[in-house]
């Protein structure tokens, strides 16, 4: 029953690091999404995939960059860590109803990160 | 104008009321709502989805959707302490690829 699995739980980077957020989904979901989550800001969207080998930005991509080679795959790579991109970033997976998304997403239990 | 848009709260009722959290969107043409609840620390969980207008009960749950007036709500009867938590109201566009998009958030605290 593992649904989606993020990690690591807890980073702290210094400005200018790399590094990369795992998710993996076993539920076979077509849909992954890479959500932001700031204080009093709701959830944005980083990075969406509507498959493997499909990707697309969301509403903040700027300093992400990701990959989907598998279905049960979605890491998001952060190149350069500035301390604007301190916050929870959550990796989400949606089933389909034919070609629609349904909207219904399962999250992971999401990844702190701390940029000083 | 925000596509979502919730009051950020926090609501305060007394265990046993009835909690009431409301939300308006901007897209017209969106079809599907859902509600997603999130203790804090915690990552979100779906809790009802709702698409057409009316009411649509799920035990203490209840979704209200008035797609005239663009406008969902939750109501959560007998609320319990354990229903303290931000509920995040989503709309899925009826463009592109259908993204969800997601409102600020209610607190909702419930009181002994």
């Known amino acids: 029953n593992a649904g989606v699995t993020q990690t690591p739980k807890f980073r702290i980077l210094k400005i200018g690091q790399s590094m990369t957020l795992q998710c993996t989904q076993d539920m076979n979901h077509n849909y992954m999404y890479w959500y932001r989550q700031d204080p009093g800001m709701g959830l944005k969207l980083i990075y969406y995939?509507?498959?493997?080998?499909?990707?697309d930005k969301g509403e903040v991509p700027n300093g992400y960059n990701v990959s989907r080679s598998t279905t049960e795959d979605f890491p998001l790579r952060l190149e350069l860590a500035a301390p604007s991109q301190t916050s929870v970033y959550f990796c989400?997976?949606?089933?389909?109803?034919?070609?629609?998304?349904?909207?219904?997403?399962?999250f992971g239990e999401g990844s702190r990160l701390t940029v000083l | 104008q925000k596509e979502v848009e919730q009051n950020s709260g926090p609501l305060s009722v007394p265990e046993g009321a009835i909690a009431s959290l409301n939300c308006t969107y901007s897209d017209r043409g969106s079809q599907s709502f859902f509600w997603y609840r999130q203790y804090s620390g915690k990552s979100p969980e779906l809790i009802m989805s709702?698409?057409?207008?009316g009411d649509k009960e799920d035990g203490r749950f209840t979704a209200q959707l008035n797609k005239a007036s663009q406008y969902v709500s939750l109501l959560i009867r007998d609320s319990q302490p354990s229903d303290s938590a931000t509920y995040l109201c989503a709309v899925r566009m009826n463009t592109g690829f259908q993204k969800l998009v997601f409102g600020t958030g209610t607190r909702l605290l419930v009181s002994p």
């Open positions: 989400a997976s949606s089933r389909t109803s034919g070609q629609l998304n349904t909207g219904e997403l399962f």
């Open positions: 709702i698409y057409s207008n």
């Open positions: 995939s509507v498959g493997a080998g499909i990707t």
